[in-house]
């Protein structure tokens, strides 16, 4: 795990919010009620109701003569209009595109940010899973096509968001993740606290140069006593977090896997997922497929432990993708994060091997299809290296 890390601070609130009616008022509150500076850095931006709500205040507060930056994916922004971009410019507000696309950067242009965060002031920050898209959010709806999470937190552990956000945004005219400089940081994964409230760390992924997220996942992983619960929208996990899970169900450990069904933006993913179900739940992990919409949440709890963000713990995610995790111990979060978990478990639909037996053979020729399709990337990739 090349590069330094974040250390734990504590001192920190959080707050969870649960899908795209509670955290994108409260974003938007932070947005227009900003004094000196706002940074955004999202993947997913498409022109819609959501993004209008987003590019006003954004034009707004820009106007006052705060400090407006913007961090957009390019892939992940196609769909957002010349007007709405233009519409920013003209406010004054500072926008950067990520890895524009080429065809003579090739594989490169693989390489994403997928990060999703706010920094307001420098004293208050969001981190999370979602995009500006009206699948999170339409103004005036009370519900979302997805449902997702962000945590909101003020404290000492903002300043190192904002530190990332800098960084990337310095580090974008190279086309690169972020290397930071020598001195920066701890050298390695710090120890995490036996016990705490208000502890927060910045765990963050840069397309394979540094990975401290699943490096910190794994360790949770294997030394988990009681629980250990992981939501993720797209299972393709790597060998280490497959074997981990085993392990821990194998220890006794209560391994729940919180996966989307078939309400899905990408049914070819959720069947190449599929292959992994039968050893997972033969070493007595149990798999809960959610119903009512879409799943988009990352989100991890081990015993107290936390990890939310953009990361979903797969291979691709961490093959290519910027990524960035809030890692927390606080009792209030944690209790949170537990009853929206147990919320969603009420409303999903259990797997086990009896139900997977007796699926259909259209869905095993599927399963079986986008599996070896994405074993085979994989490989392929892996030969690249």
């Not at 955004?40 to 590019?55: D, I, K, N, Q, R």
Request: proline residues 5%; glycine residues 6%; contains cysteine.
């Amino acid at each position: 795990m090349p590069g330094p890390v974040f250390p734990w601070r504590d001192g920190n609130q959080f707050e969870l919010l649960i899908d795209g009616p509670q955290f994108f008022p409260r974003m938007l509150s932070a947005i227009e009620h900003a004094q000196t500076q706002v940074d955004l850095e999202l993947y997913l931006v498409e022109s819609g109701a959501c993004a209008e709500a987003v590019v006003q205040v954004l034009e707004q507060t820009a106007r006052r003569g705060v400090r407006v930056r913007c961090l957009f994916d390019y892939y992940g922004s196609l769909a957002l209009s010349a007007k709405l971009r233009q519409r920013l410019v003209d406010a004054g507000v500072y926008l950067r595109w990520y890895n524009r696309l080429h065809w003579r950067r090739g594989l490169r242009n693989l390489y994403r940010d997928h990060r999703k965060l706010l920094v307001v002031d420098e004293q208050w920050a969001v981190v999370g899973g979602t995009g500006v898209t009206d699948e999170f959010w339409q103004p005036g709806q009370p519900s979302s096509e997805w449902h997702e999470v962000m945590v909101l937190m003020q404290g000492p552990v903002v300043s190192d968001w904002q530190l990332l956000f800098d960084r990337q945004w310095q580090a974008n005219h190279r086309r690169t993740a972020w290397r930071p400089a020598e001195g920066f940081g701890l050298p390695r994964l710090p120890k995490v606290p036996a016990q705490g409230q208000g502890m927060g760390r910045v765990a963050y992924a840069d397309a394979r140069q540094h990975q401290d997220i699943l490096h910190s996942l794994v360790r949770a992983l294997n030394s988990g006593k009681q629980r250990i619960w992981l939501a993720t929208p797209y299972f393709l996990p790597t060998w280490s977090v497959r074997r981990s899970l085993r392990r821990a169900a194998g220890k006794g450990v209560d391994v729940r896997l919180l996966l989307t069904g078939p309400r899905t933006d990408h049914p070819s993913v959720r069947y190449a997922g599929h292959r992994y179900y039968p050893r997972l739940l033969r070493a007595g992990v149990r798999i809960f497929e959610y119903q009512p919409c879409f799943l988009h949440l990352k989100m991890v709890v081990v015993d107290d432990w936390v990890s939310i963000g953009s990361c979903n713990f797969d291979h691709w995610n961490l093959r290519f993708n910027l990524e960035a995790n809030i890692e927390a111990l606080d009792l209030p979060l944690t209790s949170a994060v537990v009853e929206s978990f147990e919320r969603d478990f009420a409303l999903s639909e259990e797997v086990d091997l009896a139900h997977w037996n007796a699926r259909p053979f259209w869905r095993r020729v599927k399963q079986r299809i986008w599996g070896w399709l994405d074993r085979l990337v994989a490989n392929v990739l892996d030969r690249r290296d």
